[in-house]
């Protein structure tokens, strides 16, 4: 079976790393498998992404379609242009698509118009909010694919709900958190811990990207307002996206246990997520590992895809709730947070199980 592997954002190379590994693996167990990696350029950054491959040992992709910019339309557009020509002079069996960015709904439309098998890692998670770009790559995506690997039983339900046959399903966990166990061992202190003197569980981490949140400066000032009247002296380390940062200098002063940083490394970051008293992010990634390293997580969102993180990790939704963000930040401080478990299988396995299954689809032909 030869397959091709599709990644347009950092996370995808995330949940892609330990697939690579798993088919390396398999390769040299004698199975007949092979893969290409088709990186479409929806997110780069030379700088960012050399390291970013470096330190996940993520080999150089086969080809960089370069489809970055534009609006939704118009990057969907270039992607499906650019992956059709690509595809049209290359033989595969299997387009393998993961989590819920531009790249995963417009590649699988494409493989399924030529005829290609198309899987989905990550399939099934919903957050029922529409206004989500995210939301709608996933149902479209889902709703095409051939077979569906998810990281939960309620991402399964979501997908037998929307009726898809239990025969496509594959309940595997999850390969972000395949990425996370492996690297933790390498996981290295980032420079600003250094430079403002951070010691361990004394510091919180912030992190914001959904334009809901930062794109209007009175809405951002509000947030930072209520996070650096409530969090009780400690200061909040802000690895901010330039985007942002021009937004938020204006309030740079106003706010002076406000740490920003430039984007930090994978391993950097996540060092400062393991030894931090808690996160408040926006993020739907952050919430799995910070999960899995049980630290307390605070996610400024009405809901989220990922209700494992709520009902069985360490996460908990305020929105744009002020008093809910209020009442989370004091039980932090006075260390009354609910006390979170790991959810089944997110045991570093899932790659290895997603390409068993994968063999064995290959068998049946």
């Not at 010691?199 to 000032?221: A, F, G, M």
Request: with cysteine.
């Amino acid at each position: 079976m030869h397959i091709t592997l599709i990644a347009g954002a950092r996370p995808n190379f995330m949940k892609i790393s330990p697939l690579i590994n798993a088919i390396q693996f398999a390769r040299q167990q004698g199975e007949n498998l092979s893969y290409q990696l088709v990186h479409t350029g929806q997110h780069f950054d030379e700088k960012m992404s050399a390291t970013f491959f470096r330190e996940l040992n993520i080999p150089e992709p086969d080809v960089n379609l370069e489809c970055g910019g534009g609006t939704q339309a118009e990057q969907t557009a270039a992607i499906m242009i650019a992956f059709e020509k690509y595809m049209s002079t290359k033989k595969t069996d299997l387009v393998l698509v993961v989590g819920d960015v531009t790249s995963t709904m417009a590649c699988t439309i494409v493989a399924k118009k030529l005829g290609i098998r198309t899987a989905h890692v990550e399939a099934g998670i919903r957050s029922g909010d529409m206004s989500m770009p995210e939301e709608i790559n996933r149902i479209v995506t889902d709703s095409i694919c051939d077979y569906y690997f998810t990281t939960t039983e309620h991402a399964s339900n979501n997908l037998l709900k929307c009726g898809v046959s239990e025969k496509q399903i594959y309940f595997v966990g999850n390969t972000m958190i395949d990425t996370l166990l492996l690297h933790m061992p390498s996981f290295r202190m980032p420079e600003v811990m250094n430079v403002h003197d951070l010691k361990s569980h004394s510091y919180i981490v912030l992190t914001l990207h959904r334009p809901s949140n930062v794109d209007s400066p009175e809405t951002l000032n509000d947030i930072l307002t209520t996070l650096h009247e409530n969090t009780h002296e400690l200061p909040l380390i802000f690895p901010v996206h330039p985007r942002t940062a021009a937004i938020f200098k204006p309030y740079e002063k106003k706010y002076p246990r406000i740490i920003t940083c430039d984007p930090l490394g994978y391993l950097e970051f996540n060092y400062l997520v393991k030894h931090a008293k808690g996160v408040i992010t926006d993020s739907g990634g952050i919430t799995e590992e910070t999960t899995v390293m049980g630290i307390p997580c605070i996610t400024l969102r009405n809901s989220t895809e990922r209700p494992e993180t709520c009902t069985v990790g360490t996460n908990e939704l305020v929105g744009n709730d002020k008093h809910k963000l209020i009442q989370a930040l004091n039980k932090l401080a006075m260390n009354q947070w609910k006390a979170g478990s790991i959810p089944e299988k997110w045991d570093g396995k899932a790659a290895t199980r997603i390409i068993g299954h994968l063999l064995d689809i290959a068998k049946v032909g």
